[in-house]
């Protein structure tokens, strides 16, 4: 996996603006007239106005916006396949604005692969052609680039069907084709353009997990356009959210869909599936009242008065989860000196960064709440079902309504989840 703690692109101040007039386009931009009064004014397209941002190495960067919103004139302009109007384009540190003609061809070879919307297969030549076909038109010797190609073709998923052409393939298949071409160069950088929007929903979602699979064997830098936010959440490490050429949003998943920056980006992530984005770590509640393998039951039942839960999470000194004690165990046990740790119930378990989708059916399945445990397995947090309700009545993200206890009703509603 690449270091994703360095900034592989930077982009500052970079504008397009497409037209004769683009000089004063600008200026007018600058000067703080819409996009629309520009447009009308100078004959002119704005692509792209004062974007400034960085993409680290390793990680999905997915830019969205609705159709107009500058997504792909963003994304061409990171390889200059449009020139930029001002600012500047750094790859590695080398701002790529400076390059002449000869140096930016070798740059795209040796750092960008690129795959769009549109397949673009040569129809005379088979999967294995199409996919060897950049390599050699780097001169690269016949054996090794059947080799890597080879090789590639299984990533995708696509062994078996080397020799068949782009006609005898589903649109699915032709898009790993595609991704297969860009990736047998081995680019530094993917640009991928709509990739998926063309293909059904099924097989959408099929290559969506792709490209996850293979980013995490691989490593790339991604740079995603889309205009669907569940893609964009399901794919992005961050996500830029565009308008009117504009960067409204940078941020990940959790960030947009907790904070977003205006009404725009509010309106925009509405809909989107909080189930793909929401984490155990956001929405569960601290452990503020806990059992210990020590407490005797009246101990234990007096916990339970006091916080109002109907039962308790029980912990050692160094926060190891022993089990579950529910009230009518506690006060079938009441008499006891001590606690008999052989009817402590065992408890679902899941990390910080488990989805909303996952805990779900964890929580259904079980009586017991769902302990959250850090990498060292200590407890970190509590989740039940009142934790879930409120997160999906309530969008929230921040903890904050999953604030209140729950009443102490003895299901595992009333567990001790605070």
């Known amino acids: ?108 070879r040796r750092k960008f692969g690129m795959v769009f919307q549109s397949f673009a297969l040569l129809p005379h030549r088979t999967v294995m052609g199409n996919v060897e076909f950049g390599l050699e038109i780097q001169g690269v010797p ?90 964009a959440l399901k794919l992005g490490n961050r996500i830029a959210i565009m308008r009117d050429g504009r960067l409204i949003q940078v941020g990940t998943p959790e960030d947009i869909i907790a904070r977003p920056a205006d009404d725009y980006v509010s309106a925009f992530v509405e809909g989107a599936d909080r189930t793909q984005v929401l984490t155990a770590e956001q929405i569960m509640r601290q452990p503020t009242t806990t059992g210990h393998p020590k407490d005797s039951p009246r101990t234990l039942l007096r916990k339970m008065e006091r916080s109002g839960f109907g039962g308790l999470v029980v912990v050692d000194n160094g926060r190891q989860v022993q089990g579950y004690i529910g009230l009518d165990e506690a006060i079938r046990q009441r008499d006891q000196e001590r606690l008999d740790l052989a009817t402590l119930q065992p408890l679902p378990a899941a990390d910080p960064d488990t989805h909303l989708n996952d805990l779900i059916n964890l929580v259904t399945e079980k009586t017991s709440p769902v302990v959250v445990l850090d990498a060292r397995k200590r407890l970190n947090g509590i989740i039940d079902k009142s934790t879930l309700l409120a997160a999906l009545a309530q969008g929230d993200t921040t903890g904050k309504a999953a604030a209140d206890p729950p009443p102490a009703n003895g299901d595992h509603g009333g567990s001790e989840v605070a």
């Open 142 to 231: 016949k054996a090794e680039r059947r080799e890597r190609s080879q090789e590639i073709i299984g990533t995708v998923g696509l062994g078996g069907y080397e020799t068949r052409y782009a006609a005898e393939l589903s649109g699915g298949m032709q898009q790993r084709v595609g991704l297969a071409r860009a990736l047998a160069a081995d680019p530094e950088i993917l640009l991928m353009d709509e990739a998926f929007s063309a293909l059904d929903p099924l097989i959408r979602s099929q290559l969506q997990d792709d490209l996850l699979e293979i980013q995490d064997r691989l490593g790339k830098t991604i740079v995603f356009v889309s205009h669907d936010l569940d893609e």
């Open 1 to 108: 996996m690449s270091d994703n703690t360095r900034t592989r692109i930077r982009l500052t101040g970079v504008s397009k603006v497409f037209g004769r007039q683009a000089g004063k386009a600008l200026a007018d931009l600058r000067k703080g007239k819409s996009k629309t009064e520009v447009q009308l004014a100078h004959n002119a397209v704005v692509g792209a106005f004062d974007v400034s941002l960085e993409i680290m190495s390793g990680e999905i960067f997915v830019i969205m916006g609705l159709s107009g919103s500058g997504k792909s004139t963003l994304l061409r302009l990171i390889n200059r396949l449009h020139e930029p109007t001002a600012g500047q384009i750094l790859i590695d540190d080398e701002d790529i604005t400076q390059l002449k003609p000869k140096a930016l061809r070798a740059l795209r």
